[in-house]
């Protein structure tokens, strides 16, 4: 069973950073792109970033760029998410997403083409 769990999210103050981690199970994350969306009520669901993890291909949203890094540790079968300079605009709740990857990778990100998501993990930015 393809199973996807996050944690990390919590509250943080402007400006300051937050490590998210999405811990697989069920598959092999080489295999696999690996996303990060964050949905607000109200909003669209935002793709903001992905990892093919088999070639390190990765992709970052321009709202952003510049402050994520996203990474993986295949013997942990874990990816993160680092998020610094973290501004109010970046509250949602993240949520992590796997697809088989192909060879092809699919960006700017689109939820409806990866199959197994996680339950999600709420990130507050207020002071």
């Known amino acids: 069973e393809v199973r996807l769990v996050e944690s990390g999210g919590g509250l943080v103050q402007p400006g300051g950073s937050l490590r998210l981690s999405c811990t697989a199970s069920?598959?092999?994350?080489?295999?696999?792109?690996i996303g990060w969306f964050r949905q607000t009520p109200g909003k669209e669901r935002e793709g903001v970033s992905c990892?093919?993890?088999?070639?390190?291909?990765?992709y970052y949203a321009d709202s952003i760029q510049g402050r994520f890094t996203i990474s993986s540790d295949n013997a942990k079968n874990t990816v993160y998410l680092q998020m610094n300079e973290l501004k109010p605009d970046d509250t949602a709740v993240y949520y992590c997403a796997a697809m088989i990857y192909t060879g092809i990778f699919y960006v700017p990100m689109d939820g409806s083409l990866y199959d197994a998501w996680g339950q999600g993990t709420q990130v507050t930015v207020a002071s």
């Open positions: 990892i093919a993890v088999g070639d390190d291909s990765t």
């Open positions: 069920g598959f092999t994350l080489e295999d696999y792109t």
